[in-house]
């Protein structure tokens, strides 16, 4: 806690300083408030939801990654495929030529 700014209403005696008991309710006065950071249990539904979005996410990008090496792969075959029908093509235009000589 901190001490009440000059807008605020102060405790008189407050020194910024509260000792609490773990599991005890306390009041907050009117015009103060506590700052709380919390660290999820590893289990807790937060958590367990927050593990499955990174699979999920992490799946994906795992699936789209093979689906470019396959569009990639397959893309190289064609190129080959082309080359050798272009080979072949190249070889049978020679033949014809010389056979119309």
């Known amino acids: 806690m901190r001490d009440a700014t000059e807008d605020e209403e102060s405790i ?17 006065p009117n015009g103060h408030w506590i ?9 807790s539904i937060y958590n367990q939801k927050q593990a499955e979005v990174e699979r999920l996410a992490k799946l994906e990008a795992e699936q789209l990654e093979q689906e470019e ?4 792969a397959e893309k190289a075959k064609c190129k080959n495929i082309i080359a050798i029908y272009c080979h072949l093509f190249r070889k049978y235009v020679n033949i014809m030529l010389r056979h119309l000589q």
Do not use: H
Not at 35 to 43: E, L, T
């Open 12 to 28: 008189p005696g407050f020194d910024g300083k509260v000792e609490l008991t773990p599991g005890e309710p306390y009041d907050i």
């Open 35 to 43: 700052d709380v950071r919390v660290n999820m249990p590893s289990n």
């Open 69 to 72: 090496a396959k569009r990639v």
